[in-house]
């Protein structure tokens, strides 16, 4: 019933830009705060962006490695949210994710989290 579906993955140059989109059905996208999470192989899931529902003001949140680099934002007429990718590195080349913020605490523990995409891969190389 809930799906989640990222696209906008693919290979692309050190330095280069995608953008990620995440089309969300079967839930009140509206009420919903958005994460996009990240897993490399080998390495712990990793909390990337976060934006709050428009009811809580849509501030945005992100983590360490990827501010200044990264901007989320979401368009609640398409149901969708989105993570703009620019300034990319190889150390960003993992599955990317979305999923709906269903808990009370951290936005980066992925465990707040009941609705997820399948994921959508990102490859920096040169």
């Known amino acids: 019933q809930v799906h989640l579906v990222e696209s906008g993955g693919g290979l692309v140059q050190p330095g280069g830009s995608l953008r990620l989109s995440c089309a969300a059905s079967?839930?009140?996208?509206?009420?919903?705060?958005m994460s996009w999470f990240r897993q490399a192989p080998g390495k712990e899931r990793e909390g990337v962006a976060f934006?709050?529902?428009?009811?809580?003001?849509?501030?945005?949140y992100y983590g360490d490695s990827v501010k200044g680099r990264f901007t989320i934002s979401r368009d609640n007429a398409k149901n969708t949210v989105y993570l703009q990718l620019n300034s990319l590195e190889p150390e960003d080349t993992a599955l990317y994710s979305c999923?709906?913020?269903?808990?009370?605490?951290?936005?980066?523990?992925?465990?707040?989290?009941?609705?997820w995409g399948q994921g959508t891969q990102v490859t920096v190389s040169s």
């Open positions: 999923a709906a913020f269903t808990s009370e605490g951290s936005w980066k523990n992925q465990f707040n989290y009941n609705y």
């Open positions: 079967g839930i009140t996208f509206i009420v919903y705060p």
């Open positions: 934006i709050t529902s428009t009811s809580g003001g849509g501030t945005t």
